[in-house]
């Protein structure tokens, strides 16, 4: 089970390197940015021991398919993907707010809504409605990283606003891009027989200020999906609903006594167990981008890797 789990390459005009959970990118002299999808496996902020053969590609090949789809609406920082794990595009400055965007009562708004919350994120919340139900129209609820620690922050428009986070003709811009990737998304995921339930944009301003989509977009890691197919059956009988996310990984964990809290102990994760996540990522692949799955050479990933992204900066560089 080759998986690359850690990369420490040294690229022609390498300026720095960040490592985050899950991707790993290199600065090229201050223009470039070398975005390589590891198979590292994050659930409660923390990256689990094992990697995930092919979850790197399966994200990679998932993010910039769904860049191309949707270029003509949103402008985005990537220029090519040399390799089934790589993306390289243009080295931006982040927005500080990550726009998270919910077609449904789910996930951390249900939570919030069965707590007794109706307002979030400066959005009111309608009486009356139950876990997995559609809003009357999506809501924008961003989310911004806290001072402290790793946990994302809900954050309303007026404060993002207020304390100068975002300036208001940015934040304008910011709003009407993450409507209309949502659109198209919920588009291209109905064609699938697919729900897009909620998802998360980052965006970042290159060089010449132009707003772009940055990092993943419609990933299983970054957003929700539900299978349409008796979407409508399940919630009149009070069932859950069948999902198509890294959910199952997060139940898993919390079944065997994990949730990421102070004192726990990540489980044993086995090699069978593995093989079974790293199945379940190919079959979330070919139900979100309609296409078989084509499993990339992975005998010697690190050198593939480091051969392709050299030869792309020879080129490009």
């Given at each position: ?119 979030l994120c400066g959005v009111a919340l309608p009486e009356g409605m139950k876990e997995n139900d559609k ?183």
């Open positions: 089970m080759n998986t690359i789990t850690d990369t420490n390459f040294n690229f022609p005009g390498q300026k720095g390197l960040y490592k985050g959970k899950v991707r790993e990118v290199y600065n090229i002299n201050d223009n470039l940015l070398v975005m390589i999808a590891t198979d590292r496996l994050s659930a409660f902020d923390v990256v689990m021991p094992k990697g995930i053969p092919y979850k790197g590609q399966i994200l990679n090949q998932i993010a910039t398919k769904f860049m191309a789809q949707t270029q003509d609406l949103v402008p985005n920082w990537l220029i090519a993907t040399p390799d089934p794990n790589v993306a390289v595009g243009h080295l931006c400055d982040p927005f500080k707010v990550e726009m998270v965007i919910r077609g449904y009562m789910a996930g951390h708004a249900a939570r919030e809504y069965k707590a007794g919350k109706r307002m809003f009357p129209a999506p809501i924008i609820t961003p989310a911004t990283k806290a001072e402290m620690g790793d946990h994302d922050e809900d954050i309303s428009r007026e404060e993002i606003l207020k304390r100068g986070i975002v300036s208001e003709a940015d934040y304008v811009v910011l709003e009407d891009y993450t409507g209309k990737l949502f659109q198209r998304g919920s588009e291209i995921a109905a064609s699938r027989g697919l729900i897009l339930v909620d998802t998360k944009y980052e965006f970042g301003k290159t060089k010449d200020g132009k707003i772009v989509l940055i990092d993943e977009i419609h990933t299983p890691d970054s957003s929700r999906y539900f299978y349409a197919d008796g979407y409508e059956d399940r919630q009149d009988n009070g069932e859950h609903q069948k999902q198509l996310s890294k959910e199952f990984v997060r139940q898993w964990l919390i079944s065997n006594g994990f949730q990421g809290l102070e004192g726990q102990s990540v489980p044993e994760m086995s090699d069978a167990y593995i093989e079974t996540v790293s199945d379940r990522y190919i079959e979330l692949y070919e139900n979100i981008m309609g296409e078989p799955f084509v499993k990339a050479d992975v005998n010697q990933i690190q050198e593939r890797i480091k051969t392709n992204v050299e030869h792309f900066l020879a080129e490009h560089v």
